[in-house]
């Protein structure tokens, strides 16, 4: 995991799918925007985070900012070493204040219709 502060919760589903690839070496931002109820990203409402941990099924980030639990996410990320960014939705499904940083865990589940074989190819 990125060298952090924070006390990471993890719930079972996300602590089981951890990810083949080496730890990250360099912290690795992405984008993270609520969606409307249109299912569009509100760009006023979008926070740069930090990736912690990802898997194929979920990561954490680390964010200035919180995150409403059960908030519906889209994600903007590149990964150290791959070509081009990954777009992805997901659910915030746990939400941690950091132990001594004034930062946030956000634990995404990620949603599987809209994981592209790019994503999932990493993991296999």
Known sequence: ???????????????????????????????????????????????????????????????DNPVALGEVLDISLSLQGQDGAHSLKGIARTVAACDHDSCYVVGIELLPEDQPAKWRHQFH
């Open 1 to 63: 995991m990125a060298d952090d502060h924070c006390i990471l919760i993890e719930d079972s589903m996300l602590r089981k799918q951890r990810r083949n690839l080496p730890s990250l070496h360099t912290e690795e931002l992405a984008i993270i925007a609520p969606l409307d109820i249109h299912g569009e990203p509100v760009v006023e409402a979008k926070i740069y985070a930090k990736v912690a941990d990802v898997g194929p099924r979920g990561m954490y980030i680390r964010s």
